[in-house]
């Protein structure tokens, strides 16, 4: 009799759906679990029904709004990422240096030259003199302690990245692993829907690490791809690893392959964005400051003297790689431009000057060239130090020298108001107030700190004259970089990170309110309603109980048949 299988297929899928109605309720605060229903369906056989089936489960889904947080999780991610690597710049470039000026750089700029001004009036104050140097020393530290912190975040970062890709890998490799089990299970015909859960679950991880869409693929699998190639293909993970390039930039690229892959959005693409782009930007723009300020002063001191008057031996304190290559290719810290210098040679006991024009070509000469010149002017010997490739210039015993442009003695043709136009004394570091190739290195050069009295305030040599100070002190208010001061040109650097956290921030915002919105639509489809839940729960009792009763009803009628047979 048909009766009691189909009473049997109704007591049989009543069951399946109370089962499947408590799975909901349990999983109701889940997060990543989809609602799921049962599909009935009526069964027959040839043409005669024979009760109830469930055809499917269904498992609630969303992909429109699921392919959009996605690429929500992913833009928050970088922004994210982004935001936080900001605010660490932020802090480094408006922290003091060990406590010895509080605001940092720009604080350090502004003690200098309030320093310089105040020596203007008393230039012989060895005590005054001494303050500037102190002045000078605690910029270039606070110069060395910016560009150290923005060196260790960047490192830090690297290996932040290196951590983020093998995350990429995991939870690749574990999608790879899911599809390969949902293919299995619904390759024969069953249905994967909490395997699907828990892929879903390891995709939006992965979402915002990087950028991803989903590609649904035959049997439940499906491909995940960012915006640069794939990343999981059926059941196949592909490897990511992470190096630097030719040009020290990080880049990620599949496991065996030398192309890169570019990730447009993400927790990876934020932190590559800042390591490769960012971090150095603000890093450059702190060493065109640094190297501004340097080749300014440098420029000053070197064609100026001190209270000891002419020198006697300077040593420059920038190395060149070749020194027998033209300057114009080695990279110096302050440009050298075709031109002329002026150097002046006293006889110290007579007090005669003479001095002897260079001409100075920086795309023909060398360090080994110049080292020749002025080893040719009468009184000096001059050379290339083998060890540092870095110029020596000496005075000759009885003589004295200097770059001050004074007008011979006994005079003939009146001082020389430019005697370095080529800038060689500054690109070489020749008797300058600092020296160093950039933030990280600049200091005050070692003779002018151990002895003060080399601070260059003259031009003359006469007791009292300041006229190189007020040269110094002039460059505050000079547009030296991009049209503007370097005060401004600081804050300008300080604003453009500033402006940077502040768009981050509100990028960020927004994004979390996208999300929300976005997530609070799926789970009005996904997500398990306890109440529309004790609803189909009471519907699946009475479908139980109606079925038990019809049971009942049928046993009882062939209780009552197999009465009247015998």
């Not at 000026?101 to 005590?127: E, M, R």
């Not at 210039?393 to 020389?416: C, E, H, M, S």
């Not at 509100?506 to 996904?526: F, H, K, P």
């Amino acid at each position: 009799m048909n009766a009691f299988s189909i009473g049997l297929s109704a007591l049989q899928t009543g069951q399946s759906t109370l089962d499947l109605i408590g799975q909901n309720l349990a999983n109701a605060t889940t997060p990543g679990y989809h609602r799921q229903v049962v599909d009935l369906v009526a069964r027959t056989t040839a043409g005669t029904g024979t009760g109830v089936d469930i055809a499917s489960v269904t498992r609630f889904t969303s992909p429109p709004v699921r392919t959009a947080i996605l690429r929500g999780n992913a833009d928050r991610a970088a922004a994210t990422a982004q935001l936080d690597i900001e605010q660490q710049v932020q802090t480094t470039l408006t922290a003091g240096s060990t406590g010895k000026t509080p605001g940092g750089v720009g604080d350090g700029l502004t003690s200098l030259f309030n320093q310089i001004t105040q020596l203007t009036s008393t230039p012989s104050d060895p005590a005054v003199r001494r303050t500037v140097v102190s002045a000078a020393s605690a910029l270039a530290g606070q110069f060395n302690s910016a560009a150290a912190g923005l060196d260790n975040l960047r490192n830090t970062l690297g290996g932040q990245i290196s951590q983020t890709v093998t995350q990429v890998n995991t939870l690749a490799g574990k999608i790879a692993a899911l599809n390969a089990q949902i293919a299995n299970v619904e390759g024969q015909g069953g249905q994967a829907n909490n395997l699907h859960d828990q892929r879903d679950q390891l995709i939006d991880q992965l979402s915002k690490q990087v950028d991803v869409r989903t590609v649904d693929q035959p049997n439940g699998v499906v491909n995940v791809l960012s915006s640069g190639g794939p990343i999981v293909l059926g059941q196949l993970a592909v490897s990511f690893q992470v190096g630097p390039d030719a040009s020290g930039n990080l880049a990620v690229t599949p496991a065996g392959s030398a192309q890169p892959q570019a990730f447009a959005s993400g927790t990876l693409a934020g932190q590559l964005q800042e390591y490769n782009q960012g971090i150095p930007a603000t890093r450059g723009k702190l060493d065109t400051l640094a190297n501004t300020l340097s080749s300014k002063l440098n420029e000053i001191q070197a064609t100026g003297l001190g209270t000891a008057g002419p020198l006697t031996a300077t040593p420059g304190t920038v190395s060149v790689v070749n020194p027998a290559a033209p300057l114009a290719s080695q990279n110096l810290p302050a440009p050298v431009q075709a031109g002329q210098l002026v150097v002046s040679v006293t006889t110290t006991a007579t007090g005669q000057r003479t001095n002897t024009t260079i001409a100075i070509d920086p795309s023909t000469q060398s360090l080994q060239n110049v080292a020749t010149a002025l080893n040719g002017v009468a009184g000096l010997q001059a050379s290339v130090n083998p060890a540092t490739n870095t110029l020596q210039i000496t005075a000759q015993a009885g003589y004295a020298f200097d770059f001050a442009g004074r007008d011979t003695n006994p005079p003939t043709g009146g001082p020389v108001s430019n005697p370095d136009t080529a800038g060689v004394l500054a690109g070489l570091g020749v008797n300058g107030l600092f020296s160093g190739t950039g933030a990280a290195n600049i200091a005050v050069n070692p003779a002018v700190a151990a002895n003060p009295g080399l601070l260059a305030t003259s031009r003359t040599g006469q007791p009292g004259d300041e006229t190189n100070l007020e040269r110094m002190a002039a460059v505050q208010t000079q547009a030296v970089i991009g049209g503007q001061t370097l005060a401004a040109a600081h804050t300008d650097l300080a604003a453009t990170v500033g402006s940077s956290v502040q768009q981050l921030g509100d990028q960020q915002s927004a994004q979390a309110g996208i999300l929300q919105n976005l997530t609070s639509q799926e789970q009005s489809v996904t997500g398990v309603d306890q109440n529309e839940e004790m609803v189909h729960l009471l519907g699946a009792q009475q479908s139980i109980q109606a079925a038990s009763q019809y049971m009942s009803a049928v046993n009882t009628a062939l209780d009552a048949i197999l009465q009247i047979i015998k």
